[in-house]
């Protein structure tokens, strides 16, 4: 297994749609996780943090399954302004740095 | 000012020239790292460094180095460039372990 597998989609969605991205990380021993966004060209940003117990903010929810190594995030209320790169983001073996996916493409449309 | 400040933003260099690409940063963070972007490849890890005196190398350093200047100062060489280092370079910095990271803006180099 890679280190770090999303679906690279594109997801095209029309805006109000509730869309749900999903990450396999193969590092049993991670302790770290995050979502970051990209925009095109641009630097990638921190969204979220995730933690075991799942987290919201506002219309992002993040989820973490330990056993099945397994998080997702999920966007409700999709905005034309959430079209992006979504990055699942892992720590590595040695904890010592972050590995990230290649990251799923989400299109809004109106 | 940004938080991560790389230069330069873009650079056009020919095979068999060296190059830095310079990263400084003002959020008295300890740890930095130089990452590479190449089209469908994601993010991979070049270079890190926990402090000054610390480098580490990661996935992919053949063909570069790095320096540590000073803790808000984290360079990145390329010796000798050639065309498949073309790609975008980020620079981040982070607290510590368990923290998310901050990114520059980013430099696109192209080696022709």
């Known amino acids: 297994r890679k280190e770090v597998e999303q679906d690279p989609g594109p997801f095209n969605v029309p805006e109000g749609a509730t869309v749900a991205f999903n990450c396999t990380y193969s590092?049993?021993?991670?302790?770290?996780f995050f979502w970051y966004r990209q925009d095109c060209r641009k630097e990638p940003k921190l969204l979220m943090s995730?933690?075991?117990s799942g987290n919201e903010d506002g219309r992002f929810t993040a989820q973490l399954n330990r056993a099945s190594q397994y998080i997702s995030l999920l966007i409700r209320d999709s905005k034309l302004s959430d079209s992006a790169t979504y990055l699942c983001?892992?720590?590595?073996?040695?904890?010592?740095?972050?590995?990230f996916g290649k990251g799923t493409t989400l299109s809004v449309s109106s | 000012d940004a938080d991560v400040t790389q230069t330069p933003r873009n650079r056009i260099t020919k095979t068999g020239k060296r190059i830095m690409l310079e990263c400084s940063q003002t959020?008295?963070?300890?740890?930095m790292y130089w990452y590479r972007q190449d089209p469908g490849l994601g993010l991979r890890l070049i270079y890190y460094?926990?402090?000054?005196?610390?480098?580490n190398k990661g996935e992919i350093s053949d063909g570069y180095s790095v320096s540590r200047q000073a803790q808000a100062k984290f360079s990145l060489s390329l010796e000798s460039a050639i065309p498949n280092q073309t790609a975008l370079y980020f620079c981040?910095?982070?607290?510590?372990?368990?923290?998310?990271?901050?990114f520059g803006s980013g430099t696109r180099l192209t080696v022709v």
């Open positions: 460094s926990f402090d000054v005196k610390d480098i």
């Open positions: 995730v933690y075991s």
């Open positions: 959020k008295g963070h300890d740890r």
């Open positions: 590092n049993s021993a991670s302790q770290s």
């Open positions: 981040a910095t982070s607290r510590r372990t368990g923290y998310g990271y901050t």
């Open positions: 983001v892992v720590n590595n073996q040695a904890g010592t740095a972050l590995i």
